[in-house]
């Protein structure tokens, strides 16, 4: 376990410039600033809901390399970032492309064949250590995980509670170089209003040394300064904001649009049938083969786009 | 499997995973026979239980045939009245809000360990599952932990290869010494009986064993012996009305096998 160093951390957000400016640039400027080779990547959402896909696709295109990936659940987007060279490690709870499709041959291959590690902890465990990152202290305490082997893996230590004298594990911060959250709505200096579940988003963002902010709708100052109450994440936490409809596709996004399952049965499909090697065809096809996210929707059709609008209806009602 | 006299492996561990659901509970499930299970005891004896879901959600009302295929996403969200953040939903468990909870398995082990991690070493494993999420967050501070898994030899082990969930560890005293003073498994279902732990070694204890079956046909389905009941007790098949409302649950089959 490498040691948390609590200082540097700290240092790295009280040397960031936390002046109200604006901050909306474009995906490809967005992520070629903030995303390095060698980076600690979180993603917010939860395996496929709010998934911000654009920004994945924009890592892929700009193919960087040796990125270490944090989330909580993971699926489809591991595949894709493991199948194009970018990804290293992955530090998440789960990881499998959701239950229809069983579990994921890409990460299989690559973990199996030790071409990429999977360091696995518990979901609150992924949840502590963004939020001892976001509450600026280098760890915090829980019973969860206590006598598993997740624990031994991980090395993880214990302390006497000093007031009860209980016994509880310390969860290590952990602080990703750069987050990537999608919002419904961000302003342009960076306040990200979510509608739906919040997954890990707030703790991710704060626990980050950087965040990139994509959300379906850039709305002016005046629109927060009547809804500060729906802000989740202060602009001070965010760096880039971009807007980018759809960004979340093919997962869902909460109000807006249902996931779009038979894109992620076509891409299963081809996995299904060639493995490493079909994950592969679709990223030429559908991400590396077009210049950007918006030609990546206009390739699926608007027609899809639509049906997943009605169909979150369908679900909800 | 439309006659209700006949049903598959899964129907009949999702009937009797429901019939050892208590009413007026709070019941953390993951999808998959867990939900549909929490679903059929909703329609039967339990129409008060509220199910919560990892993803950040409190008593959702699930559509037939709108079955999730994840705990967070909006057909396990329907109609919940709290979608809270997700750490906020297993702060609630720790607290002690949350009563019930159903997990599977890949491995369970005597003393009720749980593998959902890589069968082989970890470092190099020969399958790499999905890994905990949270069950072992579940495991490790739920007040009652169901195990519901199908009764296979290669699932109940003598040693799970990877303990993603703590049961009661080595047994005896062993879980409390490791720290982990809340909670504790409850059952163990399987669509052949239902176990639980004995109270001094926590040993899994076969406690019922399905009609039409002999003692002898459980224990050579599992790797170790576990303890015997004195008094082991009968349980009845799948009623027609359980068949029939599990099926109207999830009438395109995607988690019934």
């Not at chain 2, 593998?115 to 190099?124: A, D, K």
Request: aromatic share 8%.
């Amino acid at each position: 376990m490498t040691l948390v160093d609590v200082k540097l951390n700290r240092r790295k957000i009280e040397e960031k410039d936390k002046s109200l400016r604006p901050k909306v640039m474009t995906l490809k400027e967005a992520v070629s600033r903030f995303v390095f080779d060698g980076a600690v990547v979180a993603l917010g959402g939860c395996l496929y809901s709010r998934t911000p896909m654009a920004a994945v696709h924009e890592v892929l295109r700009q193919g960087f390399k040796n990125l270490t990936l944090v989330r909580n659940l993971a699926g489809y987007e591991v595949d894709l970032l493991l199948a194009s060279g970018c990804l290293k490690k992955l530090v998440a709870s789960w990881c499998a492309p959701g239950y229809a499709w069983g579990m994921s041959k890409v990460l299989r291959h690559y973990v199996e064949n030790r071409l990429a590690e999977f360091e696995e902890w518990s979901h609150l465990g992924i949840g502590l250590r963004l939020t001892a990152a976001a509450m600026g202290i280098p760890s915090i305490p829980t019973f969860s995980m206590l006598g598993s082997d997740i624990e031994k893996n991980n090395g993880l230590k214990h302390v006497e509670c000093p007031y009860s004298g209980v016994k509880m594990l310390m969860v290590p911060a952990l602080y990703p170089d750069v987050a990537v959250i999608h919002g419904s709505r961000v302003d342009v200096y960076g306040n990200i209003q979510i509608d739906g579940y919040v997954h890990m988003d707030r703790e991710m963002a704060l626990a980050a040394g950087r965040v990139i902010a994509t959300a379906e709708e850039v709305v002016n100052e005046e629109f927060t300064r009547h809804s500060g109450d729906r802000t989740l994440i202060p602009y001070f936490c965010v760096d880039a904001v971009v807007e980018q409809p759809f960004g979340a596709y093919p997962s869902e996004c909460w109000n807006l649009y249902d996931t779009d399952f038979s894109h992620m049965n076509l891409y299963q499909k081809k996995v299904e049938e060639k493995g490493v090697e079909g994950a592969r065809e679709y990223i030429q096809e559908y991400i590396t083969g077009v210049d950007s996210f918006t030609q990546f929707l206009e390739k699926t059709g608007l027609e899809k786009l639509f049906k997943n609008r009605r169909s979150f209806r369908d679900v909800i009602e | 499997m439309s006659s209700s006299n006949q049903y598959s492996r899964s129907e009949l561990l999702a009937v009797l995973t429901a019939r050892a659901i208590e009413d007026r509970k709070t019941l953390f499930v993951g999808v998959g026979i867990p939900m549909l299970a929490a679903a059929l005891a909703q329609r039967l004896h339990a129409p008060n239980i509220v199910i919560v879901f990892e993803g950040g959600i409190i008593a959702p009302q699930i559509k037939p045939s709108y079955l999730p295929l994840s705990t967070n996403e909006v057909r396990a969200a329907r109609r919940a009245l709290v979608l809270p953040p997700i750490c906020d939903v297993f702060f609630y468990q720790q607290r002690g809000y949350i009563d019930f909870a159903i997990i599977g398995g890949a491995q369970v082990d005597m003393y009720g360990n749980v593998n959902t991690s890589v069968i082989g070493e970890y470092s190099s494993p020969k399958v790499r599952l999905p890994g905990s999420g949270g069950a072992n967050d579940i495991a490790s501070t739920c007040s009652n932990i169901i195990i519901s898994t199908l009764h296979e030899r290669r699932r109940f082990v003598k040693k799970v290869d990877f303990i993603t969930s703590p049961g009661y560890l080595s047994g005896n005293r062993s879980r409390e010494q490791a720290g982990l003073i809340f909670g504790k498994p409850f059952k163990v279902v399987t669509d052949m009986a239902v176990m639980s732990f004995d109270d001094e070694t926590k040993t899994m204890k076969v406690d019922a064993v399905l009609r039409g079956l002999n003692i002898e046909t459980v224990l050579s389905n599992m790797d170790f012996r576990p303890v015997i009941s004195k008094d082991v007790e009968t349980i009845e098949p799948p009623t027609e009305e359980e068949l029939m409302l599990l099926r109207q649950i999830d009438p395109d089959r995607l988690m019934l096998k």
